[in-house]
């Protein structure tokens, strides 16, 4: 399956897979009043504006080789943006195209091409007016249909959120066959989400695996390590705080941070350290 040298798919026609990469990731925060919610919200709308994550996207479609065609983006009131690229093929010279299980540039380089896909993002900022609990999401999702795979922009999209969480899933679908006839379900080796990842990246991070390659479905998930109260503070510091309102604030805000990650509710009974 992978392409190395001379061991490179020789392909009857147009590749006809298709790749595709879910990026979510989440902001937590705590903002105690009504004033410090609205704020909060807002620095975020203004941080991850439709211009800010357009230009986020234009740099996924030069790591990935592409022509932008046509570009869809959108504000929203009273919160939140959409961006929808559609892009093309890039005449870029094929034999320095790599899907290798190795990290992508931040960009520096055009690294492959593709033939058609669209690139999407939203973003979902929201609180919680009961324990002060604000979070903001951004779903990305990068589509193509041809070689290159998307996960050479993950290590891209990482660095540009700062993010407490991330979850990604990754899934080729389709087949496409050699000049033989033989079926290909699946043009590169993978082993894990994690091979694409800067290792100092990953050194910040928890992260766990669900696969299931015999489908070539593919799902990392990722919780930051540290916890520094202060980093989850909006509009004042733990020096403004007894220490029963600290623990109880970092409670609330581990609690929610587990429940994301694992993607279920914690019962209040379970300590949380």
């Known amino acids: 399956m992978a392409e190395k040298g001379k061991n490179r798919l020789r392909l009857h026609g147009f590749n006809n897979l298709t790749k595709t990469l879910s990026f979510n990731i989440y902001d937590i925060c705590y903002a105690k009043t009504a004033e410090q919610r609205e704020g909060y919200i807002q620095y975020i709308d203004e941080a991850y504006n439709a211009e800010r994550l357009t230009h986020i996207l234009t740099e996924v479609t030069k790591i990935i080789g592409a022509n932008i065609l046509n570009v869809a983006y959108q504000d929203y009131d009273p919160e939140g943006a959409s961006v929808t690229i559609m892009v093309s093929e890039e005449p870029v010279v094929s034999e320095g195209l790599s899907n290798s299980e190795s990290p992508g540039p931040l960009p520096e380089s055009v690294v492959g091409h593709l033939d058609k896909s669209h690139i999407t993002v939203h973003t979902y900022p929201e609180s919680h007016p009961v324990n002060g609990i604000s979070t903001f999401r951004a779903d990305i999702d990068v589509s193509t249909c041809g070689r290159i795979s998307p996960l050479k922009a993950l290590n891209y999209l990482i660095h540009s959120f700062e993010s407490d969480i991330v979850t990604m899933d990754y899934r ?26 800067a290792p100092d990246t990953k050194e910040l991070y928890q992260m766990m695996d669900v696969n299931v390659p015999q489908e070539n479905i593919f799902h990392t998930k990722a919780i930051l390590n540290d916890f520094e109260l202060d980093n989850y503070l909006f509009g004042i510091s733990e020096a403004d705080l007894t220490q029963e309102e600290s623990d109880e604030i970092r409670a609330y805000l581990k609690r929610e941070m587990m429940e994301i990650f694992y993607g279920r509710n914690i019962s209040k009974k379970v300590p949380l350290y």
């Open 172 to 197: 080729v679908r389709g087949f496409t066959r050699d000049v033989k006839g033989k079926k290909h379900f699946i043009d590169h080796e993978i082993n894990s989400i994690q091979n694409y990842v």
